[in-house]
């Protein structure tokens, strides 16, 4: 059995701590710590070269999917060849039991057993295409930008219960009446530019095949694409429902059988986004809306319905993206009969 050699990263805004092990069982192992930039990470495999003699084709890299801060080193890896696994932080979390340290040092040796610990599950990084990554930027400024005029709303409502006694108070409503105007002016450019973006990519298929469904939006279709990196990085549909929250899961204990649940373990951006889908499909989509009266037939309250909605929703994307075909609203199934 050849060796491997695990290399545990846990990456920060503007360092990357590092630790290496060659067996879960490993006692004493090399620690460094490195500059979260090119310099730093031609370092890093000058010194991760000198550390063993495993060959560099059985080096594995494995760190946490932190958006930015990750992607910059992964990408340097991946280019060299390298493999790198990129993993949920609570799924490593979880199955790394109960933690008395916290230290960035620490967390890259957690990191690194459980890359030893569960090497079956390792899935090799794939660096996304230019558009997803200008998507990315794009939907989290929009994102702060929605926080804003909210926040500047927000005080231009409370204002307004005083603004016929009070001059600073008519002043200040005034002022955030002219902010949220031109938030709205800016949020409208960026989806302005998101749209333009999609649109002369390779992204282009894959979106218009998901907003041809009635309900779902731009910003849900494009954070799907951006979250499953265009859908090659799941191989089913319940894979996406697990990551977005909305499959269920069996929960029973000895002789107690307490149906299924929903697990935390969740993309709460994507979770909130088709949440608001499965509501508009739910008045706007014969389809869902005759699957969701069928629900409440059954007695389920309503965040079951809206669960089973997000569900099923994900399950139509995903089979109108591998299939290539637009989705059609009351369509009939010419073999339902025969079947």
């Known amino acids: 059995m050849k060796k491997i050699l ?3 990263i846990d990456f920060s805004k503007s360092k990357f701590d590092v630790s290496i092990l060659e067996n879960i069982d490993q006692k004493s ?3 460094e710590t490195f500059e979260n930039a090119e310099t730093g990470y031609k370092s890093f495999l000058k010194w991760v070269s000198k550390q063993s003699k495993i060959k560099r084709e059985d080096w594995l890299f494995c760190g946490e999917h932190t958006g930015l801060y990750s992607r910059n080193l992964s990408n340097f890896l991946a280019q060299k060849g390298l493999f790198v696994w990129l993993e949920n932080p609570l799924q490593i979390k979880w199955r790394s039991g109960v933690k008395r340290t916290k230290t960035d040092r620490y967390d890259s040796v957690v990191i690194a057993q459980y890359a030893c610990r569960y090497i079956d599950k390792a899935v090799a990084y794939k ?8 998507l990315q930027l794009l939907v989290a400024y929009r994102s702060r930008l929605v926080k804003s005029k909210v926040a500047i709303g927000t005080g231009a409502d409370e204002m307004r219960s005083v603004i016929k006694r009070n001059g600073t108070a008519r002043l200040i409503n005034e002022k955030s009446q002219l902010g949220v105007k031109f938030i709205k002016k800016q949020i409208n450019e960026i989806e302005q530019e998101m749209h333009k973006t999609i649109m002369n990519s390779s992204l282009k298929e894959n979106y218009l095949l998901i907003y041809s469904i009635k309900g779902v939006g731009m ?6 694409i951006i979250h499953t990196n265009n859908f090659s990085g799941f191989q089913t549909a319940r894979q996406i429902a697990s990551y977005c929250g909305s499959a269920p899961f ?4 000895g002789t ?3 149906g299924s649940h929903i697990s935390n373990l969740a993309n709460k951006e994507l979770k909130v986004l088709l949440s608001q889908c499965a509501t508009s499909a739910m008045l706007y989509n014969d389809d869902i809306a005759d699957y ?8 389920k309250p309503k965040r079951v319905v809206i669960n089973n909605v997000r569900s099923k929703l994900i399950h139509i994307i995903f089979a109108i993206v591998k299939s290539k075909i637009p989705y059609r609203e009351n369509y009939l199934n010419p073999f339902a009969k025969s079947a």
Do not use: Y
Request: aromatic letters at 6%; zero cysteines.
């Open 6 to 8: 695990f290399i545990g």
């Open 29 to 31: 192992f090399a620690q």
């Open 127 to 134: 660096p996304a295409e230019k558009e997803i990554e200008s």
């Open 219 to 224: 910003q849900t279709a494009i954070a799907l």
């Open 250 to 253: 069996q929960n029973e204990s």
């Open 256 to 258: 107690k059988d307490k």
């Open 292 to 299: 969701a009266r069928r629900k409440i037939a059954e007695g």
